[in-house]
């Protein structure tokens, strides 16, 4: 075997080696029960796991493009099952969406009472409602005297849209009884790979699939689409859908837009990418009337069933985050650095709508991702949200997409929810640093395309997912 002939053979094997000790490190990761008790700690396992992510991923440029995919699904599929080796870490959302499903399949719409409202007492169980001793864990709240549970404000009506409802319900039906946690985690699996597959898809069809490894083998994947169970990764798989379709059928890919902005709210951001280029305005209504009129088909009968609002918590959750005042919490913060507090919220409504206006009327219609990852991580770094599990969204976009620069985003994001615990204005920093990192990518994009101008027959090297 010759020297060239070897290479590839080396390199896929020292990637496969990384992705074995990332998995390895991940195991640690989920296992550590460390949020309440050693932020710090399992901070450092973090670090550990977006260093071996990194590795792996730089180490995949070598690979052929012919056997990345094969690499990328199998490490998709041990990374996703990492996350099964222990209950949610990090996050109790996946207990909301348990007692959800358990309502709704009972007849009662998740909107019109409160977990801890004693019209349900006959729906509680000891899982979801300990009592006694049991209570004084840390990640459980009280609902009465003796009486406490996994669930997250327990007091106020959940915040989720109707398509995430429909979730929660459907993997009620689906699991056995006594199943628990495992369940939204088994689902939470299924969609992360589901997008692996789905990303593949698309990514092959431009002749490299290899940088579907930014999202099949980002520790976030197990820590927040499988551990934590966030709902979040079925919008993802349903925005990474709308955006592939969109470029060949608007009609299809807006539906299917409105149907992850009804799993999720947040998809809602990726307006204006899906509307990259539109010129004509029945162009856009191809668009914006399917999403639209799948909104409103899911709202309307949680709208005639409910006798609560099917907004739930959404404003109080908003005040809460300090998205409503600047004065408070640490959203803005980057903004908040160079501005007074009362303008930081007028500032992210202009630079949204500045971005927004670019990337529809200068965005590549045959690449709608790019411009919604643009329109999206500015939005973080405008909002610098302080949950880590957003970020999954901007993680699928950078697969699709491939400026990696922008996974410093969703760093900044896990920074701001865990390491802040131990490190104040932890999370501000790092949003800082991911900020200069997107300047500093730019630049460097810039500066070579450029030069690819100047001398088109230069050779250079390709991040994975990139093309001349």
């Given at each position: 075997m010759t020297r060239s002939s070897s290479e590839p053979v080396r390199a896929t094997a020292a990637t496969a080696v990384l992705v074995t000790a990332l998995v390895a490190a991940l195991v640690l990761t989920v296992r550590k029960d460390g949020y309440?008790?050693?932020?710090a700690g399992l901070s450092w396992l973090y670090a550990a796991c977006w260093t071996l992510f990194a590795a792996a991923v730089w180490s995949l440029r070598r690979v052929p493009a012919r056997h990345a995919a094969a690499l990328v699904l199998a490490g998709?599929?041990?990374?996703?099952?990492?996350?099964?080796?222990?209950?949610?870490?990090?996050?109790t959302d996946s207990f909301r969406y348990a007692w959800d499903g358990r309502v709704q399949a009972a007849g009662?719409?998740?909107?019109?009472?409160?977990?801890?409202?004693?019209?349900?007492?006959?729906?509680?169980?000891?899982?979801?409602?300990?009592?006694?001793?049991?209570c004084g864990a840390p990640d459980l709240a009280p609902v009465s005297e003796g009486v406490c549970t996994r669930i997250n404000r327990p007091g106020v009506h959940t915040?989720?849209?109707?398509?995430?409802?429909?979730?929660?319900?459907?993997?009620?039906?689906?699991?056995?009884?006594?199943?628990?946690?495992?369940?939204?985690?088994?689902?939470?699996?299924?969609?992360?790979?589901?997008t692996t597959l789905a990303l593949l898809r698309l990514l092959r069809r431009r002749g490299d699939p290899r940088a579907?490894?930014?999202?099949?083998?980002?520790?976030a994947i197990a820590v927040e689409a499988v551990n934590n169970a966030h709902a979040?990764?079925?919008a993802v798989l349903l925005s990474v859908l709308a955006l592939g379709l969109t470029v060949r059928h608007r009609a299809w890919g807006g539906a299917l837009l409105g149907l992850a902005t009804a799993a999720k709210l947040l998809p809602a951001v990726l307006l204006p990418g899906a509307l990259s280029g539109v010129r004509r305005p029945r162009d856009a209504a191809a668009t914006l009337l399917p999403a639209a009129a799948v909104l409103t088909a899911l709202y309307l009968p949680y709208v005639l069933l409910s006798h609560s609002s099917v907004l739930g918590y959404l404003g109080g959750y908003a005040g809460e985050e300090g998205y409503q005042d600047?004065?408070?919490?640490?959203?803005?913060?980057?903004?908040?650095?160079?501005?007074?507090?009362?303008?930081?919220?007028?500032?992210?409504?202009?630079?949204m709508a500045a971005v927004s206006v670019h990337v529809i009327r200068r965005g590549d219609p045959d690449r709608p991702w790019s411009g919604a990852l643009l329109v999206t991580g500015t939005a973080f770094l405008l909002t610098t949200p302080g949950y880590s599990w957003?970020?999954?969204?901007l993680i699928a976009l950078v697969a699709l997409d491939g400026r990696w620069e922008w996974l410093s985003v969703a760093v900044a994001g896990a920074a701001a929810y865990l390491t802040g615990r131990a490190v104040p204005h932890a999370g501000t920093a790092a949003y800082a640093v991911a900020a200069l990192a997107v300047l500093c990518g730019w630049a460097a994009r810039r500066r070579a395309a450029a030069g690819d101008r100047t001398d088109p027959g230069r050779h250079r090297s390709l991040s994975p997912g990139e093309s001349r």
């Open positions: 309440f008790t050693d932020p998709g599929v041990a990374v996703a099952l990492t996350g099964l080796v222990a209950p949610p870490r990090t996050s009662v719409s998740p909107y019109d009472h409160a977990p801890a409202d004693t019209a349900l007492l006959r729906y509680r169980d000891d899982w979801l409602f300990p009592t006694g001793k049991a915040v989720y849209p109707p398509a995430g409802e429909l979730y929660f319900l459907l993997v009620h039906a689906l699991s056995p009884g006594g199943v628990r946690h495992k369940a939204f985690q088994a689902g939470g699996a299924v969609l992360a790979l589901a579907a490894a930014y999202w099949a083998w980002c520790p979040d990764t079925l600047a004065s408070t919490g640490d959203r803005y913060a980057l903004l908040r650095l160079l501005l007074p507090d009362s303008w930081a919220l007028p500032a992210v409504l202009a630079g957003y970020a999954l969204l």
